[in-house]
């Protein structure tokens, strides 16, 4: 886990975060911590550490891919094409795993 946060550190492209970590980062937090202090007072450190950690898990999304737009790539994801001839599509599987 150290050398996964060590390479997350030093990063400085976009990252997609490993959500166990920072899950269990957060169990630990929550359950090491009591809610409230002496005399039944909040326990806002443990807030303010909840805080830090759930904002550096949103900062790491914040970094945006460089992708180019590209009208072809859209158009396909929009409005993919759609085989409804039954006979081609049985070709087609039978491509994809022959009869036995």
Do not use: W
Not at 17 to 36: H, Q, S, V
Not at 45 to 50: I, N, S, Y
Not at 74 to 90: C, D, S
Request: aromatic share 8%; charged share 25%.
């Amino acid at each position: 886990m150290k050398n996964y946060r060590d390479a997350l550190l030093a990063s400085s492209g976009p990252t997609v975060p490993f959500m166990p970590i920072f899950l269990k980062d957060l169990t630990f937090i929550n359950d090491g911590n009591e809610a409230r202090i002496l005399d039944g007072l909040v326990n806002f450190e443990k807030l303010r550490t909840l805080h830090t950690k759930v904002q550096d898990i949103i900062n790491i999304g914040v970094k945006k891919y460089p992708l180019s737009s590209n009208s072809a790539v859209q158009n396909y994801v929009k409005k993919p094409p759609v085989e409804r001839a039954m006979r081609k599509l049985g070709a087609m599987s039978e491509i994809c795993e022959p009869r036995q």
